[in-house]
């Protein structure tokens, strides 16, 4: 197989395993398995085929698109980094067993003030940036595959949770947005600082300033 076909065929499997909690086959196999067994099994799945693709972008050719916007992610991966950074460390409503933190008088505070999905907006910010810093068709699969990945899924994410929660999804959804700054521009959210606090962003940018110093070490390319 080509080293860009298989690429293709691997970020392929990568999608298809995050796509299956939004279809009914997840709840097929919560039925029959149970849940624990079945993110245990989504888990796996999801660790092989990213694997999968981090090999095949190795072996796959450069093969150049258009010049890189080398300079982008200087501007964009601060922002990432802060973003998954405030989002792993926050308790959020939308995550895996979080579902009670809907009942809080207010379950949207600190950076989900800002986004909803602070977590999938990182990785889209990262994947975005690195896709069109590089401008060659393993990128664009690749990172294409993250960025599509993120910008599907909380769209998907957020058509499962009205499903499943009524009322108070429409209460969270009423107070917050998907799209960074929004609900905060229209006057639904305020932004407030001292919820976000200084800790989780400095240690956003002590991650981002870790990966800039080994960058070349870890991955085999100079960041800029």
Not at 7 to 16: K, M, N, R, S, V
Not at 39 to 60: D, H, N, R, S
Not at 86 to 110: D, H, I, M, Y
Not at 147 to 156: C, E, M, P, Q
């Amino acid at each position: 197989m080509e080293p860009i076909t298989q690429l293709f065929f691997a970020t392929a499997a990568f999608l298809a395993t995050h796509f299956v909690p939004s279809t009914p086959l997840r709840a097929a196999l919560v039925k029959s398995i149970g849940e624990r067994a079945y993110l245990g099994l989504y888990t796996l799945a999801a660790l092989a085929t990213l694997g999968w693709m981090i090999y095949a972008y190795g072996k796959a050719p450069i093969e150049p698109l258009w010049p890189g916007l080398r300079l982008l992610p200087v501007v964009a991966m601060p922002i990432a980094f802060i973003l998954l950074v405030c989002g792993v460390l926050s308790r959020n409503p939308t995550a895996v067993g979080q579902e009670k933190a809907f009942k809080a008088e207010e379950p949207a505070r600190g950076i989900l003030r800002v986004t909803r999905h602070p977590v999938q907006w990182g990785i889209l910010l990262w994947a975005g940036a690195h896709l069109l810093a590089r401008g060659d068709v393993k990128a664009a699969i690749f990172f294409g595959g993250f960025l599509l990945l993120s910008a599907l899924g909380t769209a998907l994410i957020d058509a499962r949770k009205a499903r499943g929660l009524g009322e108070d999804w429409k209460r969270y959804a009423s107070a917050t947005s998907n799209l960074p700054l929004v609900a905060i521009a229209q006057g639904r959210n305020r932004f407030d600082a001292g919820e976000i606090g200084l800790v989780k962003p400095l240690l956003g940018l002590i991650v981002y300033g870790g990966f800039l110093l080994f960058h070349a070490w870890l991955f085999g390319a100079q960041p800029y």
